[in-house]
């Protein structure tokens, strides 16, 4: 069965430091690119970061860029979000995706998320 | 950064009813436009990529089109398990956006 599955989240002070992690299985996992979209409580989704295959190419959404880094390790099955200098707003459930594309590219498979709270 | 707007934000509709929701961008997206359905307290889930095209398993009462900057969802027959969120997002740009979100609602 193709998965997705988050841990690392918890409660953390402002300014604090949180690791989330994805572990995926039932697929090649080296050869997706993969994102992390957050929802903060009650509001919409927002998209994160995503990262390729080999782990060079990174995009982040601004409000995160410079405190946020994420990662991976192939021969793990394994995708990361370091969380650095947390902010209230952050406070939010993370889910990772896999990417999957068709002349565009779309995230088909989803973990149920990991909440972070920001207090 | 790609604004996309959805509208209405919600709609209120009865069983068997067709409802379309729309998508704009801000700027040209060509076909770069998904969309995803959320259920309470559960993660989003694909239904349709690449603005046209529906994703496995997803049901064929689900359709979409769109291109540029306007796109459409519709639900020919509204189901009771479709009352749910809806949200578009584009893949265009190197940095991703979701639209704000539509809930349709029982009337």
């Known amino acids: 069965e193709v998965q997705l599955v988050e841990s690392g989240g918890g409660l953390v002070q402002p300014g604090g430091s949180l690791r989330l992690s994805c572990a995926a299985s039932g697929f090649t996992f080296s050869n997706y690119w993969v994102s992390w979209v957050r929802q903060a409580p009650g509001k919409g989704l927002e998209w994160v970061a995503n990262l390729n295959q080999d782990g060079i190419e990174e995009y982040y959404v601004g409000s995160v860029e410079g405190r946020f880094t994420i990662s991976r390790d192939n021969a793990k099955n394994s995708l990361y979000l370091q969380m650095a200098s947390l902010r209230a707003e952050d406070t939010a459930v993370y889910y990772c995706a896999r990417v999957s594309h068709y002349y565009y590219q779309y995230m088909d498979v989803w973990g149920k998320g990991t909440t972070v709270t920001v207090s | 950064d790609i604004q996309m707007t959805q509208s209405p934000s919600s709609l209120s509709a009865s069983v068997g009813d067709r409802v379309t929701i729309t998508c704009r961008a801000s700027q040209s997206i060509s076909s770069s436009l998904n969309w995803y359905q959320q259920k309470p307290g559960k993660a989003p889930k694909l239904l349709v990529y690449?603005?046209?095209n529906l994703q496995s398993g997803v049901p064929s009462r689900f359709s979409a089109s769109g291109s540029g900057t306007a796109f459409s969802l519709t639900i020919s027959s509204l189901q009771p398990e479709d009352f749910v969120l809806y949200y578009c997002q584009q893949s265009y740009s190197s940095t991703w956006t979701f639209g704000q979100g539509t809930k349709v609602e029982i009337k």
């Open positions: 690449a603005a046209s």
